[in-house]
């Protein structure tokens, strides 16, 4: 659940964070809890909260950010790819920038592939000389 | 490379929670883990070593913190709604403890940064 937390915490924190990379993640919680809901599921759900955040303090911080969405087609990335695509669209509506990695069906849920995205989207962001 | 680890006694969640700072400059990058990991699944699972020219040419400088996830969301014997209010101390924590460690480390404006 780390990229659900990457993503959850910018999208409600946004002023304390340069931006995101959230790597194979859920942007909701169906998953763990079904169709339980409350406000505080309602809150952590940016899947959810997002398409109605009208508020443009936190709509003009968003647009500020560095977003990273990656996911792959292979193995195990249902429904992060479902979701990932939806927030796609819903940053799209919501003109918020975003970079949507939709990575191919070789790309598992699983470490190998986060060790080569993870420093791949960093030197790519990163301002400083790269490293490699 | 230079690791750090903090730990504090969290009374919200009545344990031990761990955070590890590796690296000593560059872009603050606070790190999650794979669910129900803690903040050394970075480490345990060779993300750190892959991360490790970016962090040792003093690039980035990453904070790893644990998950309650086990407590809250993914917890099979919970009901959804104390999952949902076990998951608040985290979020606390992880704010209140971490985020001072992590906004300190913040230097001149980056890509990365608001």
Redesign the interface.
Known sequence: MGGYHAANFLFRFPHAFGGCIALSAVYALSEFINDYMDDLVYYNSPLLFLPNLEDPYYLDELKRKVIVLAVGQGAWEEPMLTQTRQMAEILRQKNIPAWIDIWGPDVHHDWPWWHKQLPYFLEKLLPTPSTS | MQVTHHTWYSPHLSKDMGLNHYGQQ??P?????????NHR?FED???I???R??I?????QLFTVD?V?GES??AKDLH??N???A??PM?AI??TRS?PLF?TTRTSP?????
């Open positions: 560059g872009q990058v606070l790190a999650f883990p794979a669910q129900e990991g699944n699972f060779g993300m070593a892959a991360l020219p970016l040792e040419s003093g690039a980035i998950s996830d969301w993914t959804p709604v999952a949902a209010c998951m608040r979020y992880s704010w985020y906004a980056s890509g990365l940064q608001g």
